[in-house]
């Protein structure tokens, strides 16, 4: 786990922020979980199915992504980029577009800077890969950090769900 930026809060600990790797499997799925209970009000004691379990654990062994933790002693915050390719157009000439996906942080350690750190490394990340598009699913707690790093309303598409 090789860190990528450290951080101190003002008269805490250090703030390491790594790139998660495969050997970051147990912290990857636990923090993904951690925020999908808060995010969606579920009781601590939640249980997930096991298929949902399994097929994180796919996606993040398998999927074409990035994801960013935030460490103090423990994982204290998370950040996905799902990146994908698709057919280039004249506003995307890559055709490399990325989806930010579980930008969390833990209680304690809110409005401090830490998904704003965390968003800017995988927008760097992103750059670097010639991603021309970023694209997101925001709460309305979320709009206002996404609005300082740059990221705009949007009505330019439509949505089938087929659940």
Do not use: W
């Not at 703030?15 to 808060?38: F, G, H, N, P, T």
């Amino acid at each position: 786990m090789e860190s990528v930026k450290t951080r101190t809060l003002a008269g805490e600990n250090e703030i390491k922020y790594v790139i998660a790797s495969q050997k970051d499997m147990k912290r990857l799925i636990d923090s993904r979980l951690e925020m999908l209970k808060v995010v969606n009000g579920l009781p601590s004691d939640y249980v997930f199915p096991d298929v949902f379990i399994t097929k994180t654990r796919e996606y993040f062994e398998k999927g074409d992504q990035l994801t960013v933790l935030a460490i103090d002693r423990d994982v204290i915050g998370c950040a996905t980029l799902c990146y994908m390719e698709l057919m280039p157009t004249f506003s995307h000439p890559t055709g490399k577009r990325a989806h930010l996906m579980n930008v969390y942080t833990n209680g304690r350690y809110r409005r401090r800077g830490i998904a704003y750190d965390m968003v800017r490394i995988l927008i760097e990340e992103a750059k670097k890969k010639g991603v021309t598009e970023i694209s997101l699913d925001a709460t309305e707690s979320g709009r206002p950090l996404y609005h300082k790093l740059g990221f705009v309303e949007s009505n330019e598409c439509m949505v089938l769900n087929l659940k």
